[in-house]
T-cell receptor, first 113, second 114 residues
Framework: DAKTTQPTSMDCAEGRAANLPCNHS???????VYWYRQIHSQGPQYIIH???NNETNEMASLIITEDRKSSTLILPHATLRDTAVYYC??????????????FGQGTILTVHP | DTGVSQNPRHKITKRGQNVTFRCDPI?????LYWYRQTLGQGPEFLTY????????KSRLLSDRFSAERPKGSFSTLEIQRTEQGDSAMYLC????????????FGQGTRLTVV
Protein backbone atom coordinates (compact mmCIF):
# COMPACT_ATOMS: atom_id res chain seq x y z
CA ASP A 1 0.00 0.00 0.00
CA ALA A 2 1.17 3.51 -0.73
CA LYS A 3 2.61 5.60 2.08
CA THR A 4 0.86 8.74 3.28
CA THR A 5 2.24 11.95 4.76
CA GLN A 6 0.20 14.16 7.08
CA PRO A 7 1.02 17.17 9.24
CA THR A 8 1.66 16.22 12.84
CA SER A 9 -0.87 18.66 14.24
CA MET A 10 -3.37 21.35 13.27
CA ASP A 11 -5.58 23.82 15.06
CA CYS A 12 -9.03 25.02 14.10
CA ALA A 13 -11.53 27.45 15.60
CA GLU A 14 -14.91 26.09 16.54
CA GLY A 15 -17.47 26.68 13.80
CA ARG A 16 -14.86 27.10 11.10
CA ALA A 17 -13.98 24.55 8.44
CA ALA A 18 -11.12 22.20 9.22
CA ASN A 19 -9.07 21.23 6.17
CA LEU A 20 -6.76 18.28 6.77
CA PRO A 21 -4.26 17.55 3.99
CA CYS A 22 -2.74 14.22 3.07
CA ASN A 23 -0.01 13.45 0.57
CA HIS A 24 0.00 10.05 -1.14
CA SER A 25 2.22 10.65 -4.15
CA UNK A 26 2.90 6.94 -4.77
CA UNK A 27 -0.75 5.92 -4.89
CA UNK A 28 -1.62 3.42 -7.60
CA UNK A 29 -4.72 3.17 -9.73
CA UNK A 30 -6.61 0.64 -7.64
CA UNK A 31 -5.89 2.18 -4.23
CA UNK A 32 -8.59 3.97 -2.30
CA VAL A 33 -8.06 6.87 0.12
CA TYR A 34 -9.68 6.27 3.52
CA TRP A 35 -10.02 8.62 6.47
CA TYR A 36 -10.53 7.51 10.04
CA ARG A 37 -10.36 9.44 13.27
CA GLN A 38 -9.69 8.39 16.82
CA ILE A 39 -10.89 10.24 19.84
CA HIS A 40 -8.86 9.61 22.97
CA SER A 41 -9.25 6.08 24.37
CA GLN A 42 -11.81 5.07 21.77
CA GLY A 43 -11.59 2.83 18.71
CA PRO A 44 -11.01 4.46 15.31
CA GLN A 45 -14.12 5.82 13.64
CA TYR A 46 -14.67 5.60 9.90
CA ILE A 47 -15.21 8.99 8.25
CA ILE A 48 -15.15 8.71 4.48
CA HIS A 49 -13.33 7.11 1.55
CA UNK A 50 -12.92 7.64 -2.18
CA UNK A 51 -11.12 6.46 -5.28
CA UNK A 52 -10.86 9.45 -7.59
CA ASN A 53 -14.06 11.45 -7.34
CA ASN A 54 -14.79 13.88 -4.56
CA GLU A 55 -17.05 12.41 -1.92
CA THR A 56 -19.36 13.91 0.70
CA ASN A 57 -21.30 12.38 3.53
CA GLU A 58 -22.91 13.59 6.72
CA MET A 59 -19.58 13.85 8.49
CA ALA A 60 -17.18 15.32 5.97
CA SER A 61 -16.09 15.94 2.40
CA LEU A 62 -13.12 14.34 0.67
CA ILE A 63 -11.40 16.23 -2.10
CA ILE A 64 -8.95 14.17 -4.19
CA THR A 65 -6.69 15.97 -6.66
CA GLU A 66 -6.94 15.01 -10.29
CA ASP A 67 -3.58 13.25 -10.25
CA ARG A 68 -4.66 11.51 -7.01
CA LYS A 69 -1.35 12.33 -5.35
CA SER A 70 -2.98 14.23 -2.52
CA SER A 71 -6.31 14.72 -0.82
CA THR A 72 -8.00 16.96 1.72
CA LEU A 73 -10.53 16.01 4.34
CA ILE A 74 -12.91 18.85 5.10
CA LEU A 75 -14.97 19.10 8.27
CA PRO A 76 -17.28 21.96 7.27
CA HIS A 77 -18.17 23.28 10.73
CA ALA A 78 -15.75 21.94 13.31
CA THR A 79 -16.96 21.44 16.87
CA LEU A 80 -15.04 20.71 20.06
CA ARG A 81 -16.04 17.05 19.67
CA ASP A 82 -14.07 16.87 16.43
CA THR A 83 -10.82 17.11 18.40
CA ALA A 84 -9.12 13.82 17.55
CA VAL A 85 -6.30 12.14 15.67
CA TYR A 86 -7.16 11.93 11.98
CA TYR A 87 -5.64 9.14 9.89
CA CYS A 88 -5.34 9.19 6.11
CA UNK A 89 -4.86 5.66 4.78
CA UNK A 90 -4.33 4.34 1.29
CA UNK A 91 -5.66 0.85 0.79
CA UNK A 92 -5.35 -1.54 -2.11
CA UNK A 93 -8.75 -2.54 -3.37
CA UNK A 94 -7.49 -5.74 -4.95
CA UNK A 95 -5.89 -8.93 -3.73
CA UNK A 96 -6.70 -10.88 -0.61
CA UNK A 97 -5.39 -8.18 1.76
CA UNK A 98 -7.92 -5.53 0.87
CA UNK A 99 -9.56 -4.18 3.97
CA UNK A 100 -6.32 -4.30 5.94
CA UNK A 101 -5.56 -0.75 7.13
CA UNK A 102 -2.03 0.55 7.58
CA PHE A 103 -2.15 3.46 10.00
CA GLY A 104 0.51 6.15 10.14
CA GLN A 105 0.96 8.76 12.86
CA GLY A 106 -2.02 10.82 11.76
CA THR A 107 -2.80 14.50 12.36
CA ILE A 108 -3.79 15.68 15.81
CA LEU A 109 -6.60 18.15 15.21
CA THR A 110 -7.41 20.47 18.10
CA VAL A 111 -10.60 22.51 17.84
CA HIS A 112 -10.53 25.64 20.02
CA PRO A 113 -13.57 27.50 21.42
CA ASP B 1 -26.96 -4.58 15.93
CA THR B 2 -25.08 -1.89 17.79
CA GLY B 3 -21.71 -2.33 16.13
CA VAL B 4 -18.52 -4.18 16.99
CA SER B 5 -18.40 -5.26 20.61
CA GLN B 6 -15.25 -6.08 22.54
CA ASN B 7 -14.92 -7.60 25.98
CA PRO B 8 -13.54 -6.91 28.43
CA ARG B 9 -12.90 -3.19 28.02
CA HIS B 10 -10.03 -3.31 30.48
CA LYS B 11 -7.81 -6.12 31.72
CA ILE B 12 -5.03 -6.00 34.27
CA THR B 13 -2.95 -9.13 34.55
CA LYS B 14 0.27 -10.25 36.12
CA ARG B 15 3.23 -11.04 33.95
CA GLY B 16 3.24 -14.66 32.91
CA GLN B 17 -0.53 -15.10 33.02
CA ASN B 18 -2.68 -15.94 30.00
CA VAL B 19 -5.43 -13.60 28.84
CA THR B 20 -8.22 -13.93 26.31
CA PHE B 21 -10.19 -11.18 24.62
CA ARG B 22 -13.43 -11.52 22.72
CA CYS B 23 -14.76 -9.64 19.71
CA ASP B 24 -18.30 -9.78 18.36
CA PRO B 25 -18.41 -8.26 14.86
CA ILE B 26 -21.33 -6.66 13.09
CA UNK B 27 -23.56 -9.61 12.28
CA UNK B 28 -23.43 -9.60 8.48
CA UNK B 29 -19.69 -8.88 8.30
CA UNK B 30 -17.62 -11.87 7.26
CA UNK B 31 -14.24 -10.17 7.66
CA LEU B 32 -12.77 -9.61 11.10
CA TYR B 33 -9.50 -7.88 11.92
CA TRP B 34 -7.35 -7.56 15.03
CA TYR B 35 -5.06 -4.58 15.62
CA ARG B 36 -2.81 -3.54 18.46
CA GLN B 37 -2.17 0.06 19.50
CA THR B 38 0.49 1.26 21.90
CA LEU B 39 0.56 4.71 23.45
CA GLY B 40 1.17 7.50 20.95
CA GLN B 41 1.15 5.20 17.92
CA GLY B 42 -1.43 4.35 15.30
CA PRO B 43 -3.02 0.90 15.33
CA GLU B 44 -0.92 -1.94 13.90
CA PHE B 45 -2.43 -4.85 12.02
CA LEU B 46 -2.15 -8.25 13.70
CA THR B 47 -4.34 -10.68 11.80
CA TYR B 48 -7.60 -11.07 9.94
CA UNK B 49 -10.24 -13.67 9.19
CA UNK B 50 -12.61 -14.21 6.36
CA UNK B 51 -15.41 -16.24 7.88
CA UNK B 52 -13.60 -18.86 9.99
CA UNK B 53 -10.38 -18.86 7.94
CA UNK B 54 -7.39 -16.92 9.25
CA UNK B 55 -5.93 -15.47 6.05
CA UNK B 56 -3.01 -13.35 7.20
CA LYS B 57 -0.87 -12.91 10.29
CA SER B 58 1.54 -10.08 10.95
CA ARG B 59 5.08 -10.80 12.12
CA LEU B 60 4.00 -8.86 15.22
CA LEU B 61 1.91 -11.89 16.15
CA SER B 62 4.45 -13.97 18.04
CA ASP B 63 3.86 -17.62 18.89
CA ARG B 64 2.43 -16.52 22.25
CA PHE B 65 -0.51 -15.02 20.41
CA SER B 66 -3.33 -17.04 18.91
CA ALA B 67 -6.58 -15.94 17.35
CA GLU B 68 -9.60 -17.99 16.45
CA ARG B 69 -12.94 -17.39 14.86
CA PRO B 70 -14.97 -20.57 15.23
CA LYS B 71 -18.02 -20.76 13.00
CA GLY B 72 -17.12 -17.43 11.46
CA SER B 73 -18.91 -15.39 14.09
CA PHE B 74 -17.17 -14.03 17.19
CA SER B 75 -13.41 -14.12 17.53
CA THR B 76 -11.01 -14.56 20.43
CA LEU B 77 -7.45 -13.36 20.81
CA GLU B 78 -5.37 -15.18 23.40
CA ILE B 79 -2.00 -14.09 24.72
CA GLN B 80 -0.06 -16.71 26.62
CA ARG B 81 2.67 -15.96 29.17
CA THR B 82 2.02 -12.22 29.01
CA GLU B 83 4.94 -9.81 29.09
CA GLN B 84 5.01 -6.14 30.03
CA GLY B 85 5.55 -5.29 26.37
CA ASP B 86 2.13 -6.76 25.60
CA SER B 87 0.50 -3.83 27.39
CA ALA B 88 -1.54 -2.08 24.71
CA MET B 89 -5.02 -1.47 23.36
CA TYR B 90 -6.26 -4.43 21.33
CA LEU B 91 -8.74 -3.38 18.68
CA CYS B 92 -11.13 -5.47 16.63
CA UNK B 93 -12.77 -4.38 13.39
CA UNK B 94 -15.16 -5.99 10.94
CA UNK B 95 -16.23 -5.42 7.37
CA UNK B 96 -17.93 -7.00 4.42
CA UNK B 97 -15.62 -8.95 2.13
CA UNK B 98 -15.85 -6.66 -0.85
CA UNK B 99 -13.87 -3.78 -2.21
CA UNK B 100 -15.05 -0.22 -1.73
CA UNK B 101 -16.31 -0.91 1.76
CA UNK B 102 -15.37 0.29 5.20
CA UNK B 103 -14.27 -1.43 8.38
CA UNK B 104 -15.88 -0.56 11.69
CA PHE B 105 -13.95 -0.76 14.92
CA GLY B 106 -14.89 -1.74 18.42
CA GLN B 107 -13.91 0.28 21.48
CA GLY B 108 -10.96 -1.95 22.19
CA THR B 109 -9.63 -3.90 25.14
CA ARG B 110 -6.92 -2.14 27.12
CA LEU B 111 -4.45 -4.64 28.52
CA THR B 112 -2.07 -3.72 31.33
CA VAL B 113 0.55 -6.28 32.30
CA VAL B 114 2.05 -5.66 35.73
Amino acid sequence: DAKTTQPTSMDCAEGRAANLPCNHSTISGNEYVYWYRQIHSQGPQYIIHGLKNNETNEMASLIITEDRKSSTLILPHATLRDTAVYYCIVMNAGGTSYGKLTFGQGTILTVHP
Amino acid sequence: DTGVSQNPRHKITKRGQNVTFRCDPISEHNRLYWYRQTLGQGPEFLTYFQNEAQLEKSRLLSDRFSAERPKGSFSTLEIQRTEQGDSAMYLCASSLSQVNTEAFFGQGTRLTVV
